[in-house]
C-alpha cells in the first residue's frame, strides 16, 4: 500500500500512545506496554532512540523537537533527551501516569494520574513539581487546546480548567454518553472537544455555556457492524483532530480508522480496516501524516491474548478525504 508505511522495529507488547512532534512533521513517539518509549523518523522509517522503563508506558508526549516526556505504571515522570538518550527524572505520582499534556504556551508538563490529581512539571525549575490539583476521580485522559484543558476521569466526569488559574474547574461536566470515557481530543479551533465511549459512540462538545453553543451538540453511533443478525459493538479508543481543517479522526478496537466532519455530522472516509484494534492515532504538525498504533486491546482477555496479531504502528500519508466539503480555507 503506498499511501501508507510499516515501521520497522515496532515495540514488542501493546501500543499505549504515538505522539508527533509538534514542529517536525516527520518525528513520532510511541510508547508501549513492553515499557519503552520509541521515537522514529516516519520518513526514514529509522528508530532514532529507546528508552526503557521499569513498568509498562502509558502515555508520552514532545516539549520541543529533541525533547520529551513519558509516564506510566511506575508513577515516575521522566524528561527524555532524544538526541543524547539521557533521562531525568522530574517526580513522582502516587499511582499510575495515565496522560500527559505539554504547554508551550505557559513551558509545563501536565500529568494526570489514577491517583486522582492533575500535577504541573517545570524541568527547568529546581522544584520540579510546580502544583498538583486534587480531582473527584481518577483521571483516564486529557487534552489541551491554547489554555483550555479538558480532563476526562472516571464515573464519566468532565473537567475543563483554563490552566492559568487551576484552583478550581471552569466548568464540571458529566458525560453526554452512557458508557465509560475511552477518548477525548480538543477541536485545533479550540471551540469545544469529542469523546468517545467504549460502547461504540462519539460525542462532540462545546465550551461555551450559552444555551445557543450547547444547542450544536450531537453524538453519534460508529465503530459498529451488523453480523448476521447480532450487533456487534466496539470501544472507541482514540480521537484526534486535524491541525488544519479541524475535521477528525476516529480509531476503534473493530480495527477502523474513520475520518468525520463534525460540522456537516458525516463521515468523509473509512480507511482499509487493520488486522487488529487501533488503540491511538495521531496528526503530524502539518496534517500530512496520520500514525496508526495497531495491536491488541484485551477485550478478549488473556484467550485473545494467545492469537493476537504483533504490534505494529502504521504512517498513512493523508489527502483530501480530511477536508471538508466546500473547504475554502477560511
Same mark, same amino acid.
Given at each position: 500500500?503506498?499511501?501508507?508505511?510499516?515501521?520497522?522495529?515496532?515495540?514488542?507488547?501493546?501500543?499505549?500512545?504515538?505522539?508527533?512532534?509538534?514542529?517536525?512533521?516527520? #518525528?513520532?513517539?510511541?510508547?508501549?506496554?513492553?515499557?519503552?518509549?520509541?521515537?522514529?523518523?516516519?520518513?526514514?522509517?529509522?528508530?532514532?532512540?529507546?528508552?526503557? #522503563?521499569?513498568?509498562?508506558?502509558?502515555?508520552?508526549?514532545?516539549?520541543?523537537?529533541?525533547?520529551?516526556?513519558?509516564?506510566?505504571?511506575?508513577?515516575?515522570?521522566?524528561? !527524555?533527551?532524544?538526541?543524547?538518550?539521557?533521562?531525568?527524572?522530574?517526580?513522582? #505520582?502516587?499511582?499510575?501516569?495515565?496522560?500527559?499534556?505539554?504547554?508551550?504556551?505557559?513551558?509545563? !508538563?501536565? &500529568?494526570?494520574?489514577?491517583?486522582? &490529581?492533575?500535577?504541573?512539571?517545570?524541568?527547568?525549575?529546581?522544584?520540579?513539581?510546580?502544583?498538583?490539583?486534587?480531582?473527584?476521580?481518577?483521571?483516564?485522559?486529557?487534552?489541551?487546546?491554547?489554555?483550555?484543558?479538558?480532563?476526562?476521569?472516571?464515573?464519566? !466526569?468532565? #473537567?475543563?480548567?483554563?490552566?492559568?488559574?487551576?484552583?478550581?474547574?471552569?466548568?464540571?461536566?458529566?458525560?453526554?454518553?452512557?458508557?465509560?470515557?475511552?477518548?477525548?481530543?480538543?477541536?485545533?479551533?479550540?471551540?469545544?472537544?469529542?469523546?468517545?465511549?467504549?460502547?461504540?459512540?462519539?460525542?462532540?462538545?462545546?465550551?461555551?455555556?450559552?444555551?445557543?453553543?450547547?444547542?450544536?451538540?450531537?453524538?453519534?453511533?460508529?465503530?459498529?457492524?451488523?453480523?448476521?443478525?447480532?450487533?456487534?459493538?466496539?470501544?472507541?479508543?482514540?480521537?484526534?483532530?486535524?491541525?488544519?481543517?479541524?475535521?477528525?479522526?476516529?480509531?476503534?478496537?473493530?480495527?477502523?480508522?474513520?475520518? %468525520?466532519?463534525?460540522?456537516?455530522?458525516?463521515?468523509?472516509?473509512?480507511?482499509?480496516?487493520?488486522?487488529?484494534?487501533?488503540?491511538?492515532?495521531?496528526?503530524?504538525?502539518?496534517?500530512? +501524516?496520520?500514525?496508526?498504533?495497531?495491536?491488541? &486491546?484485551?477485550?478478549?482477555?488473556?484467550?485473545?491474548? +494467545?492469537?493476537?496479531?504483533?504490534?505494529?504502528?502504521?504512517?498513512?500519508?493523508?489527502?483530501?478525504?480530511?477536508?471538508?466539503?466546500? %473547504?475554502?480555507?477560511?
Amino acid at each position: 500500500m503506498a499511501d501508507q508505511i510499516e515501521l520497522a522495529s515496532p515495540p514488542c507488547d501493546s501500543v499505549s500512545s504515538v505522539r508527533f512532534s509538534p514542529n517536525h512533521p516527520n #518525528h513520532l513517539l510511541v510508547s508501549s506496554w513492553d515499557t519503552t518509549v520509541r521515537f522514529y523518523d516516519v520518513t526514514a522509517n529509522e528508530q532514532k532512540s529507546k528508552f526503557d #522503563h521499569r513498568a509498562a508506558v502509558l502515555a508520552c508526549c514532545f516539549s520541543d523537537s529533541t525533547h520529551a516526556f513519558s509516564g506510566g505504571l511506575d508513577t515516575s515522570v521522566r524528561e !527524555l533527551d532524544l538526541q543524547s538518550e539521557r533521562v531525568n527524572h522530574l517526580g513522582q #505520582h502516587s499511582d499510575a501516569i495515565s496522560c500527559m499534556n505539554y504547554s508551550r504556551e505557559q513551558n509545563v !508538563l501536565i &500529568t494526570g494520574s489514577w491517583d486522582r &490529581t492533575v500535577r504541573f512539571w517545570d524541568s527547568r525549575a529546581s522544584n520540579t513539581q510546580q502544583s498538583s490539583h486534587q480531582l473527584p476521580e481518577r483521571v483516564y485522559s486529557m487534552d489541551l487546546v491554547n489554555n483550555t484543558l479538558v480532563v476526562a476521569m472516571a464515573s464519566r !466526569l468532565f #473537567h475543563i480548567y483554563d490552566i492559568r488559574k487551576m484552583d478550581s474547574p471552569e466548568q464540571a461536566r458529566e458525560s453526554s454518553l452512557k458508557f465509560m470515557t475511552r477518548a477525548l481530543a480538543c477541536m485545533s479551533d479550540g471551540q469545544g472537544y469529542a469523546t468517545g465511549s467504549v460502547e461504540g459512540r462519539i460525542a462532540v462538545e462545546y465550551f461555551d455555556p450559552n444555551p445557543q453553543a450547547q444547542e450544536k451538540k450531537y453524538a453519534f453511533k460508529c465503530h459498529r457492524q451488523t453480523i448476521g443478525d447480532v450487533d456487534h459493538v466496539w470501544p472507541v479508543n482514540a480521537l484526534a483532530f486535524h491541525p488544519v481543517y479541524s475535521t477528525f479522526a476516529s480509531a476503534g478496537s473493530d480495527g477502523t480508522v474513520s475520518i %468525520w466532519d463534525h460540522k456537516s455530522k458525516k463521515r468523509l472516509r473509512q480507511y482499509h480496516k487493520y488486522n487488529a484494534p487501533v488503540p491511538s492515532i495521531a496528526f503530524n504538525c502539518e496534517g500530512t +501524516k496520520l500514525a496508526v498504533g495497531v495491536s491488541y &486491546t484485551w477485550e478478549e482477555g488473556e484467550e485473545g491474548a +494467545k492469537t493476537a496479531e504483533l504490534p505494529s504502528v502504521f504512517v498513512r500519508n493523508v489527502g483530501d478525504e480530511v477536508k471538508p466539503k466546500g %473547504w475554502t480555507g477560511s
